[in-house]
């Protein structure tokens, strides 16, 4: 049986947000939104709406900016971009789910 | 740091999108998604289902964006804020209504602080207030010492050893109130201080004109005085050329070096004039004293300023330390140290000042109260009006507390709108306000510090929720049940009550302390206060020997009695209502009681109009050794001799003298005005007294000319000597005068109390007549009279006023017990049952008035026009 898209770990989409801002340079919401779906291949049952939330409280504490610019369907639209304080979070984020990530891995492989 | 960011970018909304820009994002962000859909071959309209399942809820994403771009109670609270202003536009009347009723209330509280937070909370230190220090002693034990001026002052070798050997304190500075008689400016009197030479340059930031007093003024005792701003004002016209003028002070010639400024220096009343602490024995000698007796009198009053870096405390412990030797060598002293920032609360000498304080602020807080029933009251009318509002926003779904919280934002916000004026008069008024209660300038600041602001905004925020909760409560409830037309009218009746019940205490208050004052001003005296003169002579000052101040007096005496109009003249050791020392008595058998003691000669009794009850009075010349003769009052014999006859006993008076009772004369009132003397020693005055006694004189005649003839003839005996005269009736005026602010304050409230509770009636009943015209139009039409129509009103009173007299009378009664706990600065006879019964007269007739006024004047139409309208 196909694992069940799970829910967004809290606090992981502002990481997800972060890291597709840093590799694609400035997005809209929608692709932003897009992008993290795509990289999630279905196993993320993301809301779209739910980014807003996580695009605020990035914006609050200045790890993104945002600006007015029109969408390639012409409308306007607010695009995202990663901040240099930002990148720097980014960093600490992955370099601590790195070490959670080999921590968990040794834990689960002795057991098994 | 970043957490604090947050909480401001929260607090202030900053990423809060509008409404609007948040639904174009969100649209754009839908108008994708349904593209994407359509490109994947979906119908548009099932592209259009897809696209709002991907994205989720749209209300729950907005909802989720506010929650995040803002706090949500503090959003409410900016919407509710709104929506308050704008309710309050729709009914403009009813808002300046409460508006007015709010900035009086909270006005009237804010001023009152104002005035006690700078006369008695705040440092009474203008110049660097974070330095200075107020120092306190505090002598008990048997060792005893004289003072002149208050309790808490110190020696010349408390200065001393203080200033010499203190290291917490960078300077220590003295200074003692003294009053100056002065020919040679625009008014006869400079009330001014005796200072220390360090005092100006210690505590004030700079000069005015001229130069400070230095060291080297006091050192070599030179005669020369600074002016304040304020005594170069009132005393020289603010003349410059007053420097290096001499000027008379108590007939010594003294230099003007400068003017100091108006900064305040310890004490709410303002200094008219600096003079160097070291022309004491010249200016103002006191009866046995001098700089001489360098221990044995307290005079000065101590302050400092910290050196760097010590604190109060510290600068307690060390001067309690240092003060401490004294105990070693005077035995039986046992002194400790007091010191205080400056503010007079904090300190020993406070006296009844915080109570008085509590009482004002709490007739004020009353007043207050009776607005907040009133805007209550108000409220509720206006709720009966927006009941289908009401109604309506429930069953969309509104939860209670929040229509609770809306409504009390909206009390809240017209409270805060009358909170500006009440701000600024609490800045402006005290000054001119405390004025009004002493002949004496005051030198306090009015500022509106943090104790002011807190205080105002606290009220502000109680009367908001005071006001506002009862009656959203109610219109919730009444809005909850749309079917329910009556308004909640025994609800105002209650609050109406209340009104009523406070009004009720506050008005017999104002009997109790008319009375009292009544009592105060014309005293039960057997003389009239107008004709008896007291002249003060400062004998003592001519540093002459006793025996020489009684040949003064005996010259002095006989002139005076051939005076025009003169009928008696007579020696007391203190004048009439200039209070009187006390003394232990006791008799053998053990009872002893504490007596005032008063020095008279023999023809004080008849000038005092005092009757003989008993023995004889004294006899010119009489012999005081081994045992003193002396004259009890009938109370003291009371106690002294429960039963029987006093004459003939034998007592002691303190540890020592023995006295015999040859006399005992009627109780009267002589140490406090509207009060009776209680125990009363009469002792027969000798020459030791003559230093400073009071010289009292009954005249039929113009008191006025007869002052001047007293005074011309003391001057041809001793042209040195400074006499001064006043008639009884001043004397007590100026005692009344000290209780004024709390009579006004009292009154005031009483007053206003009253019409607030009024008015408050006055509108509910004409709103109700209005409501109910209707059903007076049938009544009317079914044969009802105007009479039956009024009664029908009268009858709904019989609620608050049941509420009124049975709330209000045993509150009435806990204010006058209060008042009379205070009582040492006013005689309060709090069982008296005139006030009481007064006060609810009044409450009735106005009550009466309020109900029958605007049912006689709305009922007027005619039934038809009544029943035709809506």
Known sequence: MAPSPSEVPYGTLDVMVLKTLEQMGPLHDYGIARRIEQIAEGMLALNQGTIYPALLRLEQRSWIRSEWGSSENNRRARFYSITRAGKKQLKTEADAWARIVAMMQRTLGEEG | ?870
């Open chain 2, 1 to 870: 740091m970043t957490r604090l960011r947050v909480f401001w970018l929260r607090f202030f909304g900053i990423f809060r999108r509008k409404d609007a820009e948040l639904d174009e994002e969100i649209q754009t962000h839908l108008a994708l998604l349904r593209e994407e859909h359509v490109r994947r071959g979906k119908s548009a309209e099932s592209a259009r289902v897809a696209a709002s399942k991907d994205f989720g809820g749209i209300l729950q994403t907005k909802e989720l964006h506010r929650q995040g771009a803002s706090f949500v109670w503090l959003d409410d609270a900016r919407r509710d804020f709104g929506y308050a202003l704008r309710s309050l536009r729709r009914s403009p009347a009813l808002s300046v209504a409460i508006v007015v009723s709010f900035a009086f209330g909270i006005g009237l509280n804010a001023i009152t602080f104002s005035a006690f937070n700078g006369v008695l909370l705040r440092a009474q230190v203008d110049h660097d207030p974070g330095s200075f220090v107020q120092i306190y002693l505090l002598l008990s034990g048997d060792w005893h010492r004289d003072y002149y001026g208050t309790r808490y002052s110190a020696s010349l070798d408390d200065f001393e050893a203080i200033r010499s050997r203190a290291q917490t304190l960078a300077a220590v500075t003295a200074s003692a109130w003294a009053s100056f008689a002065i020919d040679d400016a625009l008014v006869p009197r400079l009330r001014g201080k005796l200072v220390s030479c360090n005092y100006l340059a210690a505590h004030q930031s700079h000069v005015v004109l001229g130069r400070r007093l230095v060291d080297a003024d006091c050192s070599n005792h030179r005669s020369v005085v600074v002016l304040s701003e304020r005594g170069w004002t009132i005393g020289f016209g603010r003349d410059p050329t007053v420097l290096g003028r001499t000027l008379h002070l108590n007939s010594h010639p003294v230099t003007v070096v400068g003017v100091a400024p108006d900064e305040a220096v310890g004490d709410p009343i303002a200094p008219l004039v600096f003079v160097p602490y070291t022309l004491q024995p010249q200016l103002v000698p006191f009866d046995n004293y001098s700089l001489d007796s360098r221990h044995q009198l307290a005079w000065l009053s101590l302050a400092g300023r910290l050196a760097p870096g010590r604190t109060v405390q510290e600068a307690q412990n060390e001067l309690g330390v240092i003060l401490h030797s004294f105990d070693y060598l005077y035995s039986g002293r046992r002194t400790d140290v007091v010191t205080t920032s400056g503010a007079l609360i904090e300190g020993p000498n406070a006296g009844p000042a915080p109570m008085v304080m509590r009482l004002a602020l709490g007739a004020a807080g009353l007043i207050l109260l009776l607005v907040c029933a009133n805007v209550a009251a108000l409220l509720l009318a206006r709720s009966t009006a927006r009941q289908k509002e009401i109604a309506i926003r429930i069953s969309i779904g509104a939860g209670r507390e929040r229509l609770v919280r809306q409504f009390v934002t909206e009390t809240l916000t017209l409270a805060l709108i009358a909170t500006v004026p009440s701000i600024v008069l609490a800045h402006y008024l005290p000054g001119p306000l405390t004025q009004l209660f002493t002949p004496h300038p005051i030198g306090a600041s009015f500022i509106l510090d943090h104790r002011v602001l807190g205080y105002t905004a606290g009220l502000t925020l109680s009367a908001a929720m005071v006001a506002g909760l009862v009656p959203a409560l109610a219109a919730l409830r009444f809005g909850q049940d749309a079917g329910r037309t009556s308004p909640p009218e025994h609800l105002r009746l209650t609050m109406i009550g209340y009104q009523f019940a406070l009004s009720l205490a506050l008005l017999t208050a104002m009997g109790l302390v008319a009375g009292a004052q009544r009592r105060l001003l014309r005293p039960q005296l057997s003389y009239d206060p107008e004709n008896v003169i007291v002249t003060r002579i400062d004998v003592g000052r001519l540093g002459i020997s006793n025996w020489r101040a009684q040949s003064f007096y005996d010259k002095l005496m006989p002139r005076v009695q051939g005076m025009p109009g003169v009928s008696n003249v007579a020696v007391s050791s203190v004048p009439p209502f200039g209070g009187a020392p006390r003394a232990a008595v006791s008799v053998g058998g053990g009872n002893s009681t504490s007596a005032s003691v008063r020095a008279v000669s023999p023809s004080y009794f008849r000038l005092a109009g005092i009757r003989l009850l008993q023995g004889r009075l004294f006899a010119l010349g009489e012999v005081q050794f081994p045992v003193e003769s002396v004259v009890v009052s009938e109370s003291l014999a009371r106690t002294l001799v429960p039963d029987g006859n006093a004459v003939g006993q034998t007592f002691r008076i303190g540890q020592g003298t023995t006295a015999e009772i040859i006399g005992v004369v009627d109780d009267t009132s002589s140490l406090r005005p509207g009060e009776r003397d209680g125990p009363l020693l009469y002792q027969q005055i000798h020459a030791g007294y003559l230093g400073n006694a009071a010289l009292l004189t009954r005249t039929a005649g113009d008191s006025a000319s007869t002052m001047r003839e007293i005074q011309t003839a003391t001057r041809q005996l001793e042209p040195r000597l400074h006499v001064t005269a006043e008639t009884v009736a001043a004397t007590i005026a100026q005692e009344a005068a000290q209780y004024r602010l709390l009579s006004a304050v009292v009154a005031i409230a009483s007053g206003l109390a009253l019409f607030l509770a009024s008015a408050g009636l006055y509108g509910a009943t004409a709103f109700a007549v209005t409501r109910r015209a209707k059903e007076i139009g049938i009544r009317m039409a079914l044969g009802a009279r105007r009479r039956d129509v009024v009664e029908l009103f009268v009858s709904s009173l019989k609620r608050p006023l049941l509420i009124g007299v049975g709330l209000g009378l045993p509150l009435a009664m806990l204010v006058a017990r209060l008042l009379d706990t205070a009582n040492v600065f006013l005689v309060l006879e709090p069982n008296e049952l005139a006030p009481y019964g007064w006060a609810v007269l009044m409450l009735l007739v106005t009550a009466g008035l309020a109900t029958v006024i605007p049912v006689m004047t709305t009922s007027r139409p005619d039934p038809v026009n009544a029943l035709r309208c809506d």
